[in-house]
């Protein structure tokens, strides 16, 4: 059996970053994947840059051809195309729309970047490195702690084999085998819901709004009246022209049955009210995942085993808190093979910086997405109010609720005049539980 200084479990932003710093420090790599061309994206993700300042405690900018991480003092190449998003725009069923312009220097809310592009990066600096081992079409099972490490259970083209490290870094992704095997999902996380997503990268649409995130809320977007549709301009094969559009919907995947995500993206490119945009449309790309609800890990180390990136949390932590968590893994585990010790800083930097480690971000974040427990025209109404309004921010799930609950109270007075139920329903908005944002169980 060969043995390794560290088995890396997943060869995305958090594996394949992990794998270069400690692959650069000298250290015995082994880096797993299941996919047989690593840089390929088949999972809907959420590639844009979050560009607001203190999100997982960085401040992450792209200039230069690099991301750049401010806090962990470190940079990341990054040779593709680079999209501004200068809005984030609500459109509610009726049409009606909030619009947030960019906050940052710039006039930015995000930045759009091409995933693949990324990791076809990484990949090579990885590969490049004589420390580094990488195993496509290998897919790690199980992981146990041991006298020697860890001994990581893999299965590599039908085979099942077994590899030893002293150390292991989980970075499988949300729904990762490795962190299920140590039985930390039952141990630490609570189980909230499990969500289908789809995303179809799109030519030709006749998209009003091309520098813009788009978000579609409100019952009537979709056929049973769940979750929400996303509309974003894409970096699509190395280029920006012609335009490449990303649509995608998540729909609750247990309790009552409904209309499955293809369908619901279907529903909206043909009969939705916004179904004009995509009378040319032309599929050049589809994507899917499944996301499985859990609270974080509390703490993201086991034994030997390191939990990164996206294994570690609550749906995801954006492609650039992957980089970062993979990081500060693999500064962690270079500290403990030279002296012995780092594992209890990246526990401690976990839990400080990952900001849905605090349950009351967990609230606010799914509040901005419940939105639908109102009525399509209270919030057709609701966002005509905000027509004409100076209203900045970003693109973030933990800040975007504040910029929406702020911008509606501006007219909490008019509101309080004209419709008082609903004024009402807007001052319990913060009430909503993390079950009714989600929808869950609900048809």
């Known amino acids: 059996m060969k043995t390794f200084d560290v088995i890396i479990a997943g060869a995305g932003p958090a594996g394949l970053m992990a794998a270069q710093v400690l692959g650069e420090k000298g250290a015995r790599v082994l880096l797993v994947d299941l996919k047989k061309d690593i840089a390929r994206v088949y999972r809907a993700c959420c590639a844009n840059l979050i560009i607001e300042p203190g999100t997982h405690g960085e401040w992450v900018t792209c200039k230069d051809g690099a991301f750049h991480f401010a806090e962990n003092k470190f940079s990341l190449p990054y040779s593709g195309p680079i999209i501004p998003l200068k809005k984030s725009i609500k459109i509610a069923p009726g049409g009606t729309a909030l619009a947030v312009s960019g906050k940052s220097a710039e006039g ?30 290998t897919q790690a099972l199980a992981a146990e702690n041991n006298a020697g490490g860890v001994a990581v259970k893999l299965r590599a083209r039908g085979a099942e084999c077994t590899a030893q490290g002293r150390y292991a870094i989980a970075a499988d992704g949300v729904n990762s085998r490795i962190v299920a095997s140590l039985g930390l999902n039952e141990m630490q996380r609570k189980f909230f819901a499990r969500f289908m997503v789809m995303a179809c990268h799109i030519e030709n649409v006749d998209c009003p709004y091309p520098e813009a995130w788009l978000t579609f809320v409100g019952k009537g977007q979709t056929k049973a009246g769940r979750g929400q549709i996303y509309l974003c301009p894409k970096p699509h094969n190395g280029k920006t ?3 490449v559009y990303e649509l995608t919907v998540g729909v609750p995947a247990l309790g009552s049955k409904g209309p499955s995500a293809r369908e619901e993206l279907e529903h909206f490119m043909t009969r939705g009210r916004f179904a004009s945009w995509f009378r040319h449309a032309r599929i050049v790309d589809t994507r899917a995942a499944t996301l499985n609800f859990y609270t974080p890990l509390a703490n993201p180390v086991e034994g030997k085993v390191v939990v990164a ?3 570690a949390a609550f749906i995801e932590t954006y492609v650039q808190g ?12 270079a500290g403990q093979l030279d002296a012995g010790s780092g594992l209890d800083d990246y526990a401690a930097y976990w839990e400080k910086t990952f900001e849905y480690n605090d349950p009351r971000e967990i609230m606010l974040a799914t509040q901005g997405f419940g939105l639908h427990v109102m009525d399509d025209g209270d919030l057709d109404y609701l966002f005509g109010l905000t027509a004409g309004d100076a209203i900045q921010g970003f693109v973030n799930e933990f800040s975007d609720a504040v910029t929406v609950r702020t911008a509606l109270f501006r007219h909490m007075q008019q509101i309080e005049r004209e419709r008082p139920q609903l004024a009402e329903t807007l001052q319990r908005f913060g009430d909503v539980s993390v079950v009714d944002a989600l929808q869950i169980g609900k048809s």
């Open 309 to 311: 990136g996206d294994a």
């Open 241 to 243: 022209d012609p335009a």
């Open 322 to 333: 992957a980089i970062m968590y993979g990081y500060r893994a693999a500064q962690a585990i």
């Open 108 to 137: 930015y809310v995000a930045l759009s970047f091409e995933k693949e592009a990324l990791l076809q990066g990484m990949l090579e600096r990885a590969a490049a490195n004589k420390n580094i081992e990488i195993m496509t079409e």
